[in-house]
Structures are given as C-alpha cells and as structure tokens.
C-alpha cells in the first residue's frame, strides 16, 4: 500500500499542500538528479512509492531499478550514496526534481562519469550523431 | 515506422556514436527540458518517435501529450515556443536533456509559472508537505 495519499483534482494536485505522487501504470514516478552545488544534471531514474518513502526518512536517496527490478539505495556497492538536500515535485505531481550530494568519487553514472548526460546529439546530412557533450 | 535504428548492444548504446533512443514500452522517451541561459529545469515531459525527429528536423521542441495523446508542438497556443539549443542523451539513452530558449512571456508551465517545480517537499512530523520552492 502506497504510503502517501490518492492524488486529489487538479486544483489539490497543482497548488495544494499533499504530495501525492501520480505513480504510472508501472507505479513509477520520474526523478531528475541534480548536483545541488552545481547545478549539474547527474541522471534521470524513478522512484516507487516506497523508494520515494524511505529517500524522506532517510535523507539519502533511493531509487527504484528498473533493470533489477529491485530497490536500489543509489551507491550501496559504488559508494556514490546520494544525500538529498532538496525535493521538488511538478504541477501534476508525476515528476520529482531532487537536488542532492553524491558520496564517494562523486560520481554517478555506472560508466565512469560524473554524470550519465555525457553525449550530445549532433545534426547533420547523415542525420543525428552522438558527440561528446562539452563539459 | 521509428526513424530512429533500433538500439544496439550495450557498448554500442553506452559508448557508440549511433542515437538509438530505447523508447519504453508506451514508445515514449523522458525529456527534462532546462532553460538554456539560466540552467533552470522548466519541465519533464515525454517524445515518440516522430515528436522527437521533428524536434530536430525542426529545431523547435515537440513532444508527446500522453493526456491528450498527440504530438504536441509546445507552445502552439500558448507562444511559449522552444527553440532547442543543445540535446544531449543519456548513457543508456532512455532519457534525453534538451536546452531550450521559450518563446512569449517565456514562461513554461500551464499554472503559469516560469517552470514546472514551483513547490518543494518540507518533511515534518506529520509528513511530507509541499511548500513554495525558493526562487
């Protein structure tokens, strides 16, 4: 059982005080990880409604693996454990914003960098190209 | 038909010059979109296929409306139209990172707030509740 209420109408969900997660037909929302000291956009993941419940009473962040299909406290074999200093949702409440400080290496992505948005997409004649993003 | 080639092995998706977008079962990629001058996240919304391959056709940002189910050309009411500036893809390439410039009153969200993450999540000792983000 969800531990946060059924989302209301659209005026309780875009300006009232509830956080009720709009979970999908998956019983995910999305997340986008920021680096609160930079700005960064280290990674897009998702969060169920108990990776959601346990991020806000344990203050370091937990995802839900779609790969794994499992809990997945973010750096519990990497080190690169993420403590949220901010949480913000979006108007119809199926999007989560989080600002956080990465343990460890301050990495993030499982490929070695900083963060998983390291590619561009380049267009020309031949169509989209991925590029190295500038950093 | 996805104008996209299907998505290759892991090291072809991870570190491969080809944008092969893994389109998730409902044939949709996240989109978080930021301002491109200030860096601000404004929304999180999702493409197809086809919104995405006119988004670069293009150079203005199409997505997909899973509420009214259409391609939906931001702004085409409103005038608060996004030039795509940058778009980068992540290491698995089921997200993408656009950077846009907005059109009109240079608002993004249908609240009309400059952006969609208008609240923050306090926890306190009756729970999570949403309060006004800090500008």
């Known amino acids: 059982m969800s531990p946060f209420p059924p989302p209301g109408d659209k005026a309780a969900l875009e300006e009232g005080r509830a956080l009720t997660p709009r979970f999908g037909p998956d019983g995910l929302v999305t997340c986008v990880t920021l680096d609160a000291d930079t700005g960064e956009v280290l990674m897009v993941a998702h969060m169920n409604a108990p990776a959601l419940a346990r991020t806000l009473e344990t203050g370091e962040?937990?995802?839900?693996?779609?790969?794994?299909?499992?809990?997945?406290?973010?750096?519990?074999?990497?080190?690169?454990?993420?403590?949220?200093?901010e949480m913000r949702v979006d108007c119809d409440q199926d999007a989560l914003l989080i600002r956080v400080r990465v343990g460890g290496d301050g990495g993030c992505c499982h490929t070695g960098r900083r963060s998983c948005f390291y590619r561009a997409v380049a267009v020309g004649p031949d169509g989209p190209r991925l590029v190295p993003a500038a950093p």
Chains 1, 2 share one sequence.
Do not use: M
């Open 61 to 85: 962040v937990w995802y839900w693996s779609r790969s794994r299909q499992e809990l997945w406290r973010k750096g519990a074999t990497s080190g690169q454990v993420q403590s949220l200093v």
